[in-house]
């Protein structure tokens, strides 16, 4: 068994303002994604550099406002409903993957559209450069002692400030290194050749519904929410379903259905 490490959510202050490692995260994911989106972007590429950097920033503010209203609407409706102030506190924790996508696709369809980009070249160009993002903030969500995994025997499984004696997995780095490491190298590798249009993002769309769909074996539901099926079910299972047919959806259009030569 091992001992959480003694970690504070808050990185530095400066003056009044405390700066916590959550928030720095989300900062650390942004600067990866434009650091890799410039070694794909330019002439020749799909999209130019002043194009990935203003898509990044839509995407941006996408991600942030889908993720915390996604949170809202999938996890705790009842509670934000009668407290819709709370909203805005993001500092409090609680943002959806999912809710994000559903921003990032919304901000990015706008962003196409003003630009007059074909909306699926856009999404095929920006999905290799998701996966960093969902790696620093899993990394948060361990340093803020939240979302902890289900009591376990393992080795190295871990007490977590709030979660009682019990042991647990520390399904955050499972997480982390599944839906941000290995999903990154599977979804970069794979967009290094040129493919058919909606292929990465089919393939990235795949890969996080499996990922995630398996790590959720080892995490703890939310409290408020618990199993909603078979004692095992989750809501994070449930939601990447839709994701997961989506993304063989978009992998036939851009396989399944091409004509093989006369």
Same mark, same amino acid.
């Given at each position: 068994?091992?001992?959480?490490?003694?970690?504070?959510?808050?990185?530095?202050?400066?003056?009044?303002?405390?700066?916590?490692?959550?928030?720095?995260?989300?900062?650390?994911?942004?600067?990866?994604?434009?650091?890799?989106?410039?070694?794909r972007a330019g002439?020749?590429?799909?999209?130019?550099?002043?194009?990935?950097?203003?898509?990044?920033?839509?995407?941006?503010?996408?991600?942030?406002?889908?993720?915390?209203?996604?949170?809202?609407?999938?996890?705790?409706?009842?509670?934000?409903?009668?407290?819709?102030?709370r909203i805005l506190?993001?500092?409090?924790?609680?943002?959806?993957?999912?809710?994000?996508?559903?921003?990032?696709?919304?901000?990015?369809?706008?962003?196409?559209?003003?630009?007059?980009?074909?909306?699926?070249?856009? =999404?095929?160009?920006?999905? *290799? %450069?998701? $996966?960093? !993002? +969902?790696?620093?903030?899993? &990394?948060?969500?361990?340093?803020?002692?939240?979302?902890?995994?289900?009591?376990?025997?393992?080795?190295?499984?871990?007490?977590?400030?709030?979660?009682?004696?019990?042991?647990?997995?520390?399904?955050?780095?499972?997480?982390?290194?599944?839906?941000?490491?290995?999903?990154?190298?599977?979804?970069?590798?794979?967009?290094?050749?040129?493919?058919?249009?909606?292929?990465?993002?089919?393939?990235?769309?795949?890969?996080?519904?499996?990922?995630?769909?398996?790590?959720?074996?080892?995490?703890?539901?939310?409290?408020?929410?618990?199993?909603?099926?078979?004692?095992?079910?989750?809501?994070? =299972?449930?939601?990447?379903? *839709? %994701?997961? $047919?989506? !993304? +063989?959806?978009?992998?036939? &259009?851009?396989?399944?259905?091409?004509?093989?030569?006369?």
């Open positions: 068994m091992l001992s959480f490490p003694q970690l504070s959510p808050e990185a530095f202050r400066l003056g009044p303002l405390a700066v916590r490692w959550y928030g720095l995260m989300y900062l650390f994911g942004f600067l990866a994604a434009w650091l890799l989106g410039r070694l002439p020749g590429r799909a999209l130019s550099r002043r194009e990935l950097e203003e898509a990044l920033t839509w995407g941006m503010l996408g991600v942030v406002l889908g993720a915390r209203l996604g949170y809202a609407l999938f996890y705790d409706p009842v509670f934000y409903l009668t407290q819709p102030a506190q993001v500092w409090q924790g609680g943002m959806s993957f999912h809710g994000g996508l559903g921003g990032v696709l919304c901000a990015l369809w706008l962003y196409a559209r003003r630009r007059g980009l074909p909306f699926f070249a856009l =999404m095929d160009s920006i999905a *290799p %450069l998701a $996966a960093p !993002g +969902l790696f620093f903030g899993r &990394l948060g969500n361990f340093i803020n002692a939240e979302l902890w995994g289900r009591v376990t025997d393992v080795p190295w499984g871990m007490v977590f400030p709030g979660a009682g004696p019990l042991p647990r997995h520390p399904s955050q780095l499972y997480e982390a290194f599944l839906e941000g490491l290995v999903l990154f190298v599977l979804v970069w590798t794979f967009s290094a050749r040129p493919r058919p249009r909606y292929a990465v993002s089919g393939i990235f769309a795949v890969g996080y519904s499996l990922f995630r769909g398996f790590a959720e074996f080892f995490r703890q539901p939310d409290v408020h929410l618990g199993y909603l099926a078979f004692g095992w079910v989750t809501m994070g =299972m449930l939601l990447c379903l *839709p %994701l997961l $047919a989506a !993304g +063989l959806v978009l992998l036939w &259009l851009a396989y399944g259905r091409r004509k093989s030569p006369a």
